[in-house]
């Protein structure tokens, strides 16, 4: 019985999640655009080995359904990704005004800081969840934070509990000083996103038509080679998780260029639109970005694809080494992915976007001040001085991995492996 009673909870847990999730995801498609406060949403479950071990070490109780639903308030969580540190108020706002969300507590770390410099804002809040004809209030956890921190709370939960190594003080001492450096940037950016909104105007610019020019069936083969590329960076993916080794890869995002910014591209460079010139003239037409860890997990996922024999690698550009002028870091391939569609063996070309938490952070914010927008000098060159920022960051996260990785079981484990291999 007391099986069932678990099982139950977690389906409520569950349904919680999914409600919030709608509501923040509306609330996010309702405000797109240039101040849309949501960079992106996560959502998770606790393990049932998370719940037991906080159970019997902080309140010394038994894994009863009656314990976590008295006890735990974070079992269902939902993490919201803001760009920037004034959004943060706009998502408090909205909570506090659903008339279906209850705000039963909240912990705030803006103004007061943790020890190691963490700023965020929590809340403990109820939603109705309706379970066999019964409507039942259900508690779940929001944290709200920047883009910034969440990059570098990232990595420091990948390095201080999946490398199973114990952090020194010294360790701890490094990643208190790196967030407290993303507190500045937050605060700088902050300051200077408000001053640009009063000012920013994004041209409407009407979309593309072309009566003679249907793209759907064209764009077929890059939507079948984009989700083979996919399968192959999750095949990746899995075969770290299954070996039980540090999987490098954060994330992946894939995109088939929407059929105005292909037309656009070719008018841009007084190319005629034609399917021939698409294909000849445009490589990014399907593209996929991997997100890492850390600088050696890019140079570990570089290794791995130029040896892959499935795709055939064309064009490579290295802007980690070489940035760009603006201050995009980043790896790129272009790939040829063989494929059949209707019977006939043909291939597709793929970029492929390889960088880390840290250069997708920069990526976004430049992508929220810049794309599509007459961009003024100044916010130019305030971005370079943050990508500059972000690179001593990168280095010096990318130098406390190394250290704290070469002792974990799980990276010796790797070295016999490759050792075998």
């Known amino acids: 019985m007391q099986n069932n009673d678990i099982d139950t909870l977690f389906i409520k847990y569950n349904e919680a999640l999914k409600i919030l999730k709608e509501k923040f995801n509306k609330f996010s498609t309702d405000n797109l655009g240039d101040e849309n406060p949501i960079s992106h949403i996560k959502t998770r479950i606790k393990t049932k080995k998370s719940i037991k071990n906080k159970l019997k070490d902080k309140f010394n109780l038994d894994y009863t359904a009656t314990n976590i639903e008295n006890s735990l308030n974070d079992i269902a969580g939902v993490r919201i990704v803001c760009p920037f540190l004034s959004d943060i108020n706009k998502i408090i706002d909205f909570v506090n005004n659903d008339p279906d969300i209850t705000v039963i507590g909240f912990k705030n770390y803006i103004d007061n800081p943790k020890s190691n410099g963490y700023t965020g804002y929590h809340l403990i809040v109820s939603v109705p969840v309706l379970i066999d004809g019964k409507t039942e209030q259900v508690k779940a956890e929001i944290q709200i934070r920047t883009m910034a921190i969440d990059a570098i709370l990232s990595l420091e939960h990948k390095l201080r509990y999946k490398s199973n190594v114990e952090f020194t003080e010294e360790n701890n001492e490094k990643i208190t000083s790196i967030i407290n450096f993303c507190n500045l940037i937050d605060a700088y950016m902050d300051n200077f996103i408000q001053e640009k909104r009063l000012n920013m105007i994004t041209p409407q610019t009407p979309t593309e038509k072309n009566k003679t020019l ?208």
């Open 214 to 421: 249907n793209l759907n069936n064209f764009l077929k083969k890059y939507r079948i080679a984009l989700k083979k590329v996919e399968s192959i960076i999750n095949n990746i993916k899995n075969n770290y998780i299954d070996n039980d080794l540090i999987n490098p890869i954060e994330h992946i995002k894939g995109r088939i260029k929407p059929t105005n910014s292909i037309i656009s591209k070719l008018k841009s460079k007084n190319i005629d639109i034609t399917i021939e010139n698409i294909e000849k003239n445009i490589t990014d037409i399907g593209a996929i970005k991997i997100v890492c860890s850390f600088l050696s997990d890019v140079e570990e996922l570089i290794s791995i694809l130029n040896n892959r024999t499935d795709i055939l690698v064309l064009e490579r550009q290295d802007y980690i080494t070489n940035p760009k002028d603006c201050g995009y870091s980043s790896y790129h391939f272009v790939v040829a992915v063989p494929l059949e569609v209707d019977g006939v063996v043909t291939f597709a070309k793929i970029e492929i976007q390889v960088r880390t938490i840290i250069m997708d952070f920069w990526a976004n914010l430049e992508h929220i001040l810049c794309y599509k927008k007459d961009t003024d000098y100044e916010t130019k060159e305030q971005l370079k001085r943050i990508a500059n920022a972000l690179k001593l960051i990168e280095l010096e996260i990318d130098e406390l991995a190394k250290t704290i990785l070469t002792n974990s079981p799980t990276n010796t484990k790797r070295k016999i492996k490759e050792k075998s291999n």
